[in-house]
């Protein structure tokens, strides 16, 4: 009877414990999505410094990681500006770049979150 009791307590401290690192885990993915897309940014533009505009929408993230091979092709390009492939969001889905940007920004790159679909909560390069 003893060994239930114990058992049983041992399970529920355990639940709980699931659960709330489950909201720990979001949190962490949330983060590095923003760290991501900030050094996604400082990438950009360190490629418009040296080749005098930002990536075409067909180039895209390709073109910080290789010299682009598509229409226009760079003369400046004084890469690689990023230190290995893009990698996908942490939920598995691509960033998404966007030439020209909203608001009038040069640019806007975007992880759709968890859903992969625009809306909900998306974390981009023009909101903290």
Known sequence: M?????????LILSSTVGFASFR???????????????????ALSGYYMDCGCYPTAAQGFDALWQKPIL???????NGPYVGKE?????????????????NGLPFSVAS?????????????????
């Open 71 to 77: 229409d226009p092709v760079p003369d400046g390009w």
């Open 24 to 42: 720990f885990v979001e949190r962490a993915k949330q983060v590095a999505a923003r760290d991501q897309i900030e050094n996604l940014s400082m």
């Open 2 to 10: 003893e060994t239930l009791i114990v058992l049983s307590i041992v």
């Open 86 to 102: 893009i990698p996908a969001d942490p939920w598995g889905n691509p960033y998404h770049y966007e030439i020209p940007g909203p």
């Open 112 to 128: 759709y979150g968890d859903d992969g679909a625009p809306g909900g909560r998306d974390i981009v390069s023009w909101k903290n």
